[in-house]
């Protein structure tokens, strides 16, 4: 079981070691626009969400999950900024009020994670067809299938 505090530091984790790699993720970033910050923007978008979390101790997971999603649209920055920031909402939403991470609720919140982050962007309008490469979301959609 992963409680609040285990979650928190994931997180926090996750932003540091962003930070640490993003010129490798903006390398990677060639479709639409080869314009090469996508890493730079999740990094800068992630760490203003670490900073936040930061400040808790002892909260729920979905507290916790609630302040990350609030935080990283706060401080989203570009369209991968933004995206991932769509994506913690629909997580947030899957994990709701529960006090710890479970195999169901992990699993509804990646599923509201990635309908949340497909809505956000134009790749949700596209009926059932395949849409444009998006990294963020072509990453998301492998962890929920």
């Given at each position: ?7 928190r ?12 790699h993003?010129k ?20 800068m ?6 900073r ?11 507290k ?8 990283l ?21 899957g ?14 919140a ?13 790749a949700?309008?596209?009926?059932g ?17």
């Amino acid at each position: 079981m992963i409680n609040g505090d285990i979650l928190r530091n994931a997180m926090i984790s996750a932003a540091n070691n962003l930070s640490n790699h993003r010129k490798a993720v903006d390398d990677l970033n060639i479709f639409p626009v080869p314009d090469g910050d996508t890493g730079t923007n999740m990094s800068m978008t992630l760490s203003n969400a670490a900073r936040e979390l930061e400040k808790l101790s002892g909260a729920t997971a979905g507290k916790v999950a609630s302040v990350n999603a609030s935080a990283l649209l706060r401080g989203a920055r570009g369209n991968s900024g933004v995206i991932t920031s769509l994506l913690f909402r629909g997580f947030a939403k899957g994990i709701g009020d529960d006090e710890n991470l479970t195999p169901e609720n992990i699993t509804n919140a990646f599923v509201f994670g990635v309908e949340a982050a497909y809505k956000g962007t134009d790749a949700g309008n596209y009926q059932g067809k395949t849409p444009p490469v998006k990294f963020d979301l072509d990453v998301v959609s492998l962890v929920k299938n």
